[in-house]
Every structure is written in C-alpha cells, then in structure tokens.
C-alpha cells in the first residue's frame, strides 16, 4: 500500500486531531483506498537521500537488493507527507497563521531534500465551506496561502470538524491516492532511467535490483499487471546470473522473494494454475543450487520455507473465494514443507554433530558491525564480495561452523511438527482420510522424537484404529511398536499390556524372535516386574522409564486392568455362540464359547466367565483354573485354560432358563477372559456380546466369499472361520401338548348369532391346569371391523353392542390326560368383510428339566378366517294395479309395493315372518299379512311378496314422502330351535306424490266370449274443487264391435263422479285389445289422454264361442 505521512497532529491531547486520525484508520472497508497512513511529528528526520549516480562505467555492484531496501519504500520514506494546520478562511490574524503554516512546509521539504516526495496541506476548520466561487475571501486567502508555501492548488484542502467528517475524510483519502500515484510513477521512470548506463557484462546485478524496484513500485502504485510483468523478467534476470558457491545463497534468497511476489499476483489475479507452475517452475530450477556441502541444511531450510510460504499463500486465497480439490490443496505443500524440513533435521544431525562443534566461535562470524545485513543472501563474515572464490578461507570455515553451532540449537521437531499439523488440518477439509492419517502417524513419530511421549501416543492411538479397519497391518505393526515404546517410557502399564496383546497377535508383522521378546516382557508385567527396555529407546529416556517402572511395582495401587478388545486385534480370539436361536422353557438353555490363540507359545488363562443381561445367569457360565504365575508358558496343553497357537479351545455351559423370561431375549452382554493372577497383575480381556475385535467382521465376509478348500481336522477339531458367532437367543413356551378344533359353517351372514364350536383335547400325560380360552376377533385389525363384531356364550339371546369383540380368559377348568371339553361361541357380526378370529387355549403344567421341576406355562393359538356376507339381496318397486313399474304415485290412487327377496346364503334360510311397517305418509288398501311365513330359500331362491296401498296428497312444496320400513325375521334352517331369530331391517325408498284432476277407472268382468255381450262401465271422477269438461272418444277396433256413445262431452261436478255404460261384443278369441278411450281435459291441457290410460285396462281375454251339448257328444263319438 501506498504510504502516507501525516503531521501537524495531535492524537494525544487534541481531541479533534484525535478523530480525524481515527477516522483515518479505524474500520477500514476493502472499499477505500489502499493507503497506509502514519502520524509523524512536523520535524520529523526522513531517510537522508544518497548522491545520483551520473555514471556507472566503474561501477562494481556489491550485492542484489539491500535488506533495508523494501522497509524504507514501505515504512520510512513516505509518497506524500501531508500537514494539518487549524485556519479558518476568516481567522483575525491571518498573516501570522500563514507565515507559521508555510514555516512548516519549508520544515518538511528540508527533511525530504532531494527525495521527490510530495507535499501537501489540509486546514482543519470549525466552519463548512461555502461553495467553490461563493466566498471570495476564501478564494483569495487560498491563493495567498498557495504561493506562501509554493504549492500548486490541488496540493491545498479544506476539512471542516463537522458531524460529516468520515466522509470529508474519504474524499481527502481519494485526493493523497492521486498524489501517491504521481509519486511512484516518478520513481518508475527514475529507476528505468539508469539502464541506459548499464552493460550486461558487470552490471548483471544492477539489472535485476532495477526490474525488482520497478515491479516493487508497480505493486505500491496499485499497477499489478505491470508489477507481474516486472516480476517476471526480475526473476528471469535473477537465474541468468551465474550461480557459484558465494552467491548461490543470494541468488536463491532472491528468487525466493520474487517467486513469492509472482505466485502472490496470480493468485490476486484468479489464476491459481498460472501461480501453480510458477511455483514447479522454481522448485524445479532451485533445488539442485545447494551451495555449500557443509551447509547443505540450509538449502532443505530454504525449500522447505518455499513450501511453506506457497501454501500460507494458497490458503489465503482460498480463504478469499478460491475452490480447491482433493488432489490440489494447500496440504501437498505444507506436507512437501514438513518432507524438506524433516530432510534439514537429518542433515543437522550428520554435518553438526562433529567435536569442533564443543564451543562456539569467538569472535562471532555472524556479527557485523551494524547489527544486520547489507543485502539480502549474503554471509556475513564477507559482505559485498561477488569473486567466486572466498575471500579469506580461514574466515569461511570459522563462519560455516557458527551457523552449524547454531542450527543445533533449531528445534527441528517443532517446525515439522507445525507444518504437518497444517497440512493435517488441510486433508481434513478436503475429505483426504488416508493422507490424514498418514501425516498424523509423522506427527506422533516426530512427537517421540522430541520426546513428547503423551501427544506421541495419543495422535499413534487414534490413527491406530482407521488402519485397523483397512487392514494394514505392516503399517499398523510399525505403529504400534512405536506406541509400546511410548508406553514403556512413560511407565503406562495399561497401555503396554495392550499394545503388547495386539503385538502378539494375528496382525502383527513381527518375527517371532521379536514377538517372543514382548511376549517374555508381557509375562514380567503382569508378574508385577519391570520389563526389559525397547530397542532404539534413547538410553536417558531408559533410565528414567525404569525409575517409574520401579515406582510403579513399589506402590500399592490397584493391579487390575480391564481392555476391551472390540478396538483391537489381540492375539486371543473369542466367538461366543448359543447353540438355537431360540429354546423352550423345557429345554436347557446351552451355549459354546470358542477361543484360539496366535502367540508364539502355549498360553495360560485363570478364568473365563460369560455375563448375559439377567445376571442370574452369570454364575452357570464361568471356568476357573489356578496355577502359579511362573506357568503361564508352560507347554502343556493338558489344562482347560490353556491355549495352544493355533488350536481351537471349546467350553461349553448350560442352564436353565427361568419361567419369568418365556418371551425374552436371553443375550450375552460380554464374555471375561482373566489373564494373570490376584498375585502379580490381573487383566480382563473384555469381548462385548458374543466376542469378536476389530479384524473379526472383514476376516468373516472373506471366509464367506473364499473359495479356498478347508482342511480337514480331526473330530474333535473345529474350524475356526466356519464358527458364527450367535449372541441371543429367545426362551419361548413350551410346546403344547393339546389340539384345538374349530367346527363352524362358513361364511357368517351379516347380524346372526353364528356358532364357533371351540373343542379342547389334552395330549398331556399330566394334568393340565388352569386351562383358559380366549376367542374372538384377533387384535390389530380394522377398527370398524372391531366396532361391529360382538362375541358372546350365551346363544340364546342376540347380542348387543356392549358385547366385546374378544373374550379373554375364559375358564375352563384341568384337563385330565387325553379328556376334552367343547366350548360353542356365538359371533355376531354386522357388517360384511373378512375376519381373522383367534382362539387361544393356556394352561400350566409342572415338567423336570436337568433334575429342577419348573411350571410351565403353555399356549397354543388358532386362528381362522371368516368372510361375513349379507344373507340375501332385498329389492323393493312400486308397480300399478296392472303391474306396470311406476316413478312415482298418485295421490289416493291405489298402487302395489312389491318386495323381491333374494337368497345369497350358501346355506338355507327359514324366513320366520315379515313384516310391513308403513310411514304416516302412508296407508293400507286392504289387511297387510305376511305372504313368507316359514318359507324355506335355497341358494340363489327368491321369494316375493305384494302389498296394495294407497297414499294421501303430499304437503304443500313436499313432493317425495317415506314409505316406512321392511322387517324380515329369519335364520339357518340348520340352527337350533334355540338360537334366536335375525331381524334385518330394510328401509324402503321415498316414492313422490302428485295429485291428478281426473281418476278414471273401469269395472267389466274377468273375461269374454266370442259373440257374447260384455258390459262395461267406466267411471270417470273429479278430484278438484272446479267443475270439469271432460271430452270422451271411443276408438273402434277389429277385435270389438260397441254399443254406447262413440263421442261426448261432459260436465262433472267437484268431488263427484260420472258413469259410462258401454256393451262390447267379441268378434275374434284370444287376449284382445280392448277399443281405446280418449279422454281430454280443456281444463288441465298437461294432462294427456296416455296418463289417463294407465289406469284402464287395455285388455281382456276372450273365450271362443261354446258348444251345445248334443255337438260336444257327437264330437266325442
């Protein structure tokens, strides 16, 4: 950033200056300009500037860049010095305000003489200006006060102390940028100026500081393409120079800046690939400029920073909105750091470690006699020398053993330990599990080198676990050696003996000379001795363990230790296993628990105890064996705890299971192998429910997947992978020794007491007791299937809606062997669907298993589907008095109401009686007597039924009207005289009512005969208050010759009826069609001749003409 001075400021004392400066540099947005700003008081002593060169013929640059060369730029010599001066426009004594204001200038521009820095000059004033021409006093006194302090105009400003200062403030800092960019574009073309006096030949140097300081002031002038550009060819200009063994330090040191500067610019620039091969670019051509041999750790120092600064800078950029992948992270840079700096550590250690190194060299080499260096890369003990040989050599080797004295005193741990905890934490947010953990076991590595042993083996434990699950056991081998070094030096007796245990076992890698040692060495442990050191152990670090071991067998502490080997792969492996899944009460409850051990020699365990979740168990599973601690390697296998590698051990336990837990889950919560003895130390190895660590899971799914052959093993033998581990299992009842039958009709008809006879059988060769029935719907089931199923004992009366729908406990009563008992339930179910019923018999019984009578409880279930279907399909119509189906009725005008039945019952049905049960709206023509009674129906019978009714005028804005209800009373055929009867209720429809103005309606005798008179008569009644004209026309037929008004026109009076007498006489036999009667209404037009009709017969049967006696004897003869 560009820096600015400012002066004239009283920030202590001054509480106007002090807001102004805090309005300078407080809360800065990224929105403002990038300015450094720096209170410096008015006779500040700037930087003095060195005498211009004009000639560089004999010139003879001593180094490349100096080291105070940027800090000067950034820091001591401003691009604007700016001074505050409190004057307001109208101030009484102007003359002596402006004298004392250009007196401060001028002490400014002495301090910068000969720097071309600029100055400028702000009056701070209690009044807001007026506007630019307003206030000509102002305009005058400015210019007065320009030429007094030889300033141009843009170079004065106004701020006025007003509640808008941060915005007065910003508008300054836009004018300082201005000025701080004419600046360091005057400083460009200064520098650019001075390669015209240059030549390639003694001036290589001069070349590259040029490029650099006008990339520098690029950057400053805010120009980054520029910048970059002069970058770039600094950097190429850097690695034209020819590198010898004296500047091939300075040479990289540059390099390493200007690479920073680029790499920084690419990635400002969003282009991280253009930053990327930057970078490659320069590893590739520094890292074989080594320089010195006896200095060679200062070159892996030196890349390792590269690596370093490349991922700050990557980081950053990320942090700033930049995407990175998996394989393109800040971590591979910060692990590349930690490689180079575990590389310097090493090179520490073989070029420092020499006896000229006892004392340090007097006088100091790496003194000079300003305190710091000249330019940057170069040696102290011979600055400013570019010859390619030393100039002195006694002096070169006293200086290169100083700086190998003082890399001994470099905590290398400490550095690779941070960049691999960088790196760590970058594959962590990358989703890079296994580089992670890679990176950590370095961390716990370089722990144990620095001889932090308690982070050591707590980053070793946790990545121990991921290399457990992915099965690398060499690496995991390697860690854990590491890890057992860690514990005996920190005298961790737990996490020795379990390291040790995992060391032993099947994952180890370790030969067997090296598992015998840490066999011998468990064996010291847990007889309460010291165990022998572990190799490559630092011989201090040695002593001290053995001290605390020491201490650790002198106090009285506990000596039990419990190690669950779920999180480990031991060298004891456990599978526990109950022989069923599930046992009868009945039945004893047996279980095999199956170990193998993989260590070198035969080993001895004093107990093994298996726990279940009810404890009551514990004590039936248990195997104990005393021996003396001496033996626990002893070679015979003839003990029951002792385990030979390789060899499969079984025990087997039984018990009985308690009648309390019928309907449990008995499960194994852990299984207690005790290794050692009260004596000496005692540990656990704990296997939560049925056995198995850490490997056990992936081993199994191999074996399942192998196609290897097996080997064959004695009878005695088992396989190890073919055992399954099977930690619960279930204690059910026992088998019932009694049969259950269901005898019933199906299916049931909807609301009938349907009868389930239930029988009971024992089987038992005891007496069963307490025998329960509980019968009915099977819970779980459609709710309204459960609100409309009623079950009950008693079949003589039909059951309500209090009724359940299950029965429970239904006592029966002992059973003597082989007797039996009947139970009948009545079902009633009124609504159709299918159900489930389950009939459920208990009982106890006492039995003896392995010699402890028990009483059993014992239950068999039953159940049975049963479709409920509607016994028969009831139709109801409304037909005329000839039949015919009618919509709707007229008002007192007879009509039939016709009721079909049919049976739908697989069964046949006794309809007991029916009944009727009209509606007010509603009335009978003649006795209404049931036409079904004890009418028996087979399957798909009907059976019908007629009743004649008759209804009155409907209400007023009423059309349709209730008819009332159909009851039918009915059973089985089959069903006992006992069970009652169903009532099924069928509500009939509504039917409409209209009234009608004329009823016609005819009386003539049954039948006719041909050639025989056949009188009629027609009645033709007014059913209006209004006095009717009636029209009648007669309509001839073939069939019938008439006798009677052929056409007439009638008057008939309110309520009262007129007679019509005809005399029709046959002409042809057969059922004829009687002559047709038109009938008009003038009165009600809408009332058609048709309607009318309907309530006429249209026929009539005619008989032929008879015989007389005497022909039907002769006919006969």
């Not at 029935?773 to 809606?801: S, V």
């Not at 019923?837 to 239950?859: A, N, W």
């Not at 005819?1002 to 039948?1007: K, Q």
Request: aromatic share 10%; charged share 25%.
């Amino acid at each position: 950033m560009a820096f600015v001075a400012l002066t004239g400021l009283d920030v202590t004392y001054n509480a106007i200056h002090r807001a102004i400066w805090d309005a300078f540099c407080a809360n800065r947005r990224a929105d403002r300009v990038p300015i450094s700003f720096k209170v410096l008081p008015g006779d500040h002593e700037y930087p003095k500037c060195k005498q211009r060169r004009t000639a560089y013929e004999w010139y003879i640059p001593k180094g490349i860049l100096k080291t105070g060369w940027m800090n000067k730029h950034l820091n001591l010599v401003p691009a604007l010095v700016v001074v505050f001066y409190e004057l307001d426009w109208d101030e009484a004594q102007w003359k002596e305000k402006q004298s004392e204001c250009s007196t401060r200038v001028e002490i400014v521009r002495q301090s910068l003489q000969g720097r071309n820095t600029k100055v400028a000059v702000v009056l701070i004033q209690k009044k807001t200006p007026l506007p630019p021409g307003e206030d000509l006093i102002a305009s005058e006194r400015a210019a007065a006060l320009c030429n007094a302090c030889d300033l141009s105009g843009k170079s004065l400003f106004v701020l006025p102390h007003t509640d808008h200062l941060v915005g007065y403030i910003i508008r300054l800092e836009n004018a300082f940028y201005e000025h701080a960019q004419t600046y360091y574009y005057t400083e460009i073309r200064r520098v650019k100026s001075h390669k015209e006096f240059l030549n390639k030949t003694t001036h290589q140097l001069l070349f590259v500081r040029h490029q650099f300081k006008t990339a520098f002031f690029s950057e400053l002038k805010q120009d980054t393409q520029n910048a970059l550009k002069n970058y770039r060819s600094a950097y190429n200009l850097a690695h034209e120079l020819r590198a010898h063994e004296t500047n091939m330090l300075e040479i990289k040191t540059m390099a390493g800046f200007i690479n920073y500067k680029i790499c920084r610019l690419c990635f400002q620039h969003n282009a991280p690939l253009d930053a990327i091969a930057q970078f490659r670019k320069h590893v590739d051509l520094c890292k074989k400029k080594i320089g010195s041999g006896d200095l060679a750790f200062e070159h892996t120092a030196w890349m390792s920073k590269q690596f370093q600064a490349f991922g700050d800078l990557f980081d950053e950029a990320i942090k700033l909105g930049l995407t990175a992948i998996q394989t393109q992270n800040p971590g591979f840079y910060y692990q590349q750091a930690a490689y180079y700096a575990q590389e310097r550590k090493q090179l520490a250690n073989q070029l420092c470690n020499h006896d000229s190194l006892a004392t340090y060299p007097s006088p100091d080499p790496l003194e000079t006699p300003s305190g710091q260096m000249d330019f940057f890369g170069q040696r102290p003990w011979r600055q400013g020398h570019q010859s390619i040989e030393p100039p002195d050599n006694e002096k070169e080797k006293v200086g290169i053993l100083a700086l190998q004295h003082k890399e001994q005193d470099v905590d290398h741990s400490e550095l690779i330990i941070t960049l691999l905890s960088n790196a760590v934490a970058q594959f962590k947010k990358y989703k890079c599990p296994r580089m992670k953990s890679h990176l950590m076991v370095q961390m716990g590595e370089e722990y144990y080198y620095a001889k932090d042993y308690t982070k050591a083996l707590k980053l070793l434990d946790y990545v121990m676990c991921d290399y457990r699950s992915e099965r690398w056991w060499k690496l995991l081998t390697f860690i854990l050696s590491t890890a057992l070094k860690c514990a005996y030096l920190m005298g961790q007796i737990k996490d020795y003996i379990t390291y040790s245990l995992e060391l032993l076992g099947r994952s180890s890698t370790l030969s067997d000379e090296q598992k015998s040692r840490v066999e011998k060495n468990l064996i010291k442990v847990l007889m309460n001795e010291s165990p022998a050191p572990e190799p490559e152990c630092d011989s201090k670090a040695i002593k001290s363990a053995q001290k605390m071991w020491a201490d650790r067998i002198s106090l009285a502490g506990s000596n039990v230790f419990t190690i669950e080997m779920q999180d480990y792969v031991p060298f004891v492996e456990c599978k526990a296993r109950f022989l069923a899944p599930s046992f009868h009460i009945d039945d004893p409850v047996q279980l095999h628990v199956y170990l193998r051990a993989d260590c070198p020699h035969p080993f001895r365990f004093s107990k093994l105890c298996v726990r279940f979740n009810n404890q009551e168990y514990n004590q039936h599973c248990v195997v104990e064996e005393s021996y003396q601690t001496s033996d626990m390697l002893e070679a015979s296998s003839q003990g029951t705890m002792c385990l030979v590698p390789g060899k499969t051990r079984q025990c087997t336990f039984k018990f009985v299971a308690r009648t309390e837990d019928v309907g449990k889950k008995v499960e194994i919560t852990s299984v207690d192998l005790v290794l050692g003895s009260d004596m000496g130390r005692c540990v656990i190895l704990n296997w939560r429910g049925g056995g198995g660590d850490a490997a056990s899971c992936q081993e199994a799914l191999q074996a399942t997947r192998s196609f290897k052959r097996r080997p064959k093993l004695s009878d005695n033998e088992v396989c190890w992978d073919s055992i399954s581990i099977l930690a619960s299992t279930m204690v059910i009842s026992r088998i019932p020794r009694v049969s259950v039958q269901l005898r019933h009709e199906p299916p049931t008809l909807t609301n009938e007491m349907y009868c389930l006879a239930v029988t009971v059988k024992s089987q038992e060769v005891t007496t069963a007791g307490d025998v329960k029935l509980t019968a009915g719907l099977k819970p779980g089931q459609d709710a309204n299937l459960t609100q409309t199923t009623h079950i009950t004992l008693d079949g003589t009366e039909m059951c309500d809606d209090s009724c359940p729908a299950l029965l429970p406990d239904i006592p029966i009563g002992d059973l003597l062997p082989a007797a039996k008992v009947e139970k009948p339930l009545y079902i009633r179910c009124a609504q159709v669907g299918t159900r489930v019923f389950l009939v459920h018999v208990s009982y106890v019984v006492t039995t003896v298993v392995e010699g402890k009578e028990i009483i059993c409880k014992c239950h068999k279930d039953e159940t049975i589907t049963i479709e409920t279907v509607v016994p028969f399909d009831v139709t109801a119509k409304f037909v005329s008095t000839k039949f015919e189906n009618m919509d709707r009725v007229f008002a007192d005008i007879p009509f039939l109401l016709m009721m079909d039945i049919l049976s739908a019952s697989p069964w046949a049905l006794t309809i007991d009686t029916s009944r009727l049960e009209l509606a007010p709206s509603m009335t009978s023509v003649d006795q209404m007597e049931s036409q079904l009674e004890q009418v028996v129906l087979q399957t798909g019978e009907s059976a019908s039924e007629c009743f004649c009714l008759q209804c009155p005028p409907a209400p007023v804005n009423q059309s349709g009207v209730a008819s009332g209800r159909y009851i039918i009373s009915w059973k089985r055929t089959s069903a006992a005289k006992s069970v009652p009867v169903v009532k099924t209720v069928i509500t009939l429809p509504h039917v409409i009512v209209e009234a009608i103005p004329l009823y016609v309606h005819a009386d003539l005798p049954s039948f006719g005969r041909v050639r025989e008179s056949l009188p009629v008569k027609y009645w033709l009644q007014n059913r209006t208050k209004l006095v009717q004209d009636v029209e009648i026309f007669v309509e001839p037929n073939d069939a019938f010759m008439f006798s009677g008004l052929k056409q007439i026109r009638l008057r008939i009076l309110p309520d009262r009826e007129q007679e019509l007498l005809y005399n029709f006489y046959p002409l042809m036999a057969g059922y004829q069609q009687l002559p047709g009667l038109n009938i008009s209404i003038p009165r009600f037009p809408a009332i058609s001749t048709q309607l009318l009709r309907r309530f006429l017969p249209t026929h009539i049967f005619v008989k032929p003409q008879g015989r007389r006696a005497d022909e039907v004897i002769v006919v006969a003869a």
